[in-house]
């Protein structure tokens, strides 16, 4: 017998989201989550809303971004009605450097197709650069400033969401998911640690740890995990208002003074230690950008993983099977996606309609070795 209509499977971002979207939609959730809730990619990002300074180009993908980028400010204010968590949202702006001629002509090219978009973007030279961020390099040829690129405390916002969920009635379970268990073709619940917990829908949102769900369809080549590393520095005052990035990386202003700087990206499997290697690119990249930041005290180091996928796509929307629903793969967008990733799910467990057509998210899109 089942005890609840949807079983969420992990519990990130995307799985607190998702419950939270489905309760209030009036289904029974579970969400399964064999750790602390939103203790791993979720905890470890850097909480940067920043589809334009992330995109290669336009398309569906940069199109869903924005989308989701746009609910961010609603999405702030209900969570923190429902759980009484401020997720500091900052709609700071983030500027994008250049050190070279090269460089700058590739933010150039980025600055053009999104005005011909009618997004707001502008080329600034260095100097201009620096009369935003005064603590800016010296070295900095020019930058691409995108005013409507954002961010957001993720480590405050597991939190919200896990309360907010909890608060409307989802269930957390903690456990090992094994695998989907299916009758005649169809997902009709879980193998949590030997024992099948049974339900209408299984919404898979284990993000790196996808592939290990055995019956999901999810295989390690189709989902893996990319570590990302990152360092945070403090600072007395807060020596940049807006986010900034480089081609190497990024540092993350929050309004305590802290400096979020990241992040590698390598594929080592879950090994999940911080390396000298690592540190000491992502403080060459940060004192590339802001040499000021030299005398700062580092006060904490970490990893984590990201989903990452062979089309740098998610897989959102309907699974292998009846009954399975996946929300996986979203690699350095998980923070950003996690407000339309959340309702889009809901809607199609609900049978209704996604408000966005989910085609170029699907499984079976030709990335998806079946696992």
């Known amino acids: 017998m089942a005890t609840s209509d949807v079983l969420v499977v992990g519990g990130g971002v995307m799985g607190c989201g ?19 809730p939103g203790a791993e990619a979720s905890s470890a990002a850097g909480g940067i809303l920043a589809p334009q300074w992330e995109s290669e180009g336009p398309g569906p993908f940069f199109e869903l971004c924005l989308r989701s980028r746009a609910l961010y400010g609603s999405f702030a204010a209900e969570l923190r009605e429902l759980s009484g968590v401020d997720i500091a949202y900052r709609p700071c702006g983030l ?4 050190f070279d001629e090269s460089d700058l002509h590739h933010v150039e090219s980025t600055v053009g197709w999104q005005h011909g978009m009618g997004l707001r973007a502008e080329l ?27 961010q957001v ?19 957390f379970k903690s456990g090992y998911v094994r695998g989907v268990v299916h009758e005649h073709g169809r997902a009709v619940g879980v ?25 999901a369809g999810v295989s390690a080549q189709a989902v893996r995990p990319a570590r990302g590393q990152m360092v ?5 005052l807060p020596l940049l208002e807006r986010v900034v990035t480089s081609a190497k ?3 993350v202003p929050r309004a305590d003074g802290r400096i979020i700087a990241g992040s590698t990206m390598e594929h080592v499997g879950f090994d ?32 984590g993983f990201r989903p990452w996928t062979q089309d740098a796509l998610p897989y959102i929307g309907e699974g292998p099977s009846p009954g399975l629903f996946l929300a996986t793969g979203h690699f350095r967008n998980g923070i950003l996606l996690a407000p339309i990733t959340a309702k889009l799910v809901a809607q199609a467990v609900m049978g209704e309609k996604p408000s966005v057509d989910l085609t170029p998210f699907r499984y079976d899109r030709g990335t998806m070795a079946r696992g």
Request: aromatic fraction near 2%; proline fraction near 4%.
């Open 18 to 36: 998702i419950a939270l979207k489905l309760r209030q939609a009036g289904a029974r959730v579970t969400v399964l989550e064999r750790s602390i």
């Open 95 to 98: 500027l994008r450097v250049a």
């Open 124 to 150: 600034l030279d260095g100097k201009a650069a620096r009369e935003l961020e005064p603590h800016l390099s010296p070295a900095a040829v020019g930058a691409a400033h995108f005013p409507d690129d954002h």
């Open 153 to 171: 405390d993720n480590r405050l916002l597991v939190r919200a969401l896990t309360m907010a969920a909890a608060r409307v009635g989802a269930v």
């Open 191 to 215: 193998d949590l640690d030997g024992e099948v917990l049974r339900a209408d829908a299984v919404v898979l949102a284990a993000g790196s740890w996808s592939s290990l769900v055995q019956g």
């Open 232 to 236: 945070q520095l403090q600072t007395r």
């Open 249 to 251: 990386g990024y540092l």
């Open 272 to 303: 999940k230690q911080v390396t000298a290697a690592g540190l000491a690119r992502i403080l060459d990249m940060a004192l590339q950008l802001c040499p000021d930041l030299a005398s700062a005290p580092i006060t904490e180091t970490w990893a």
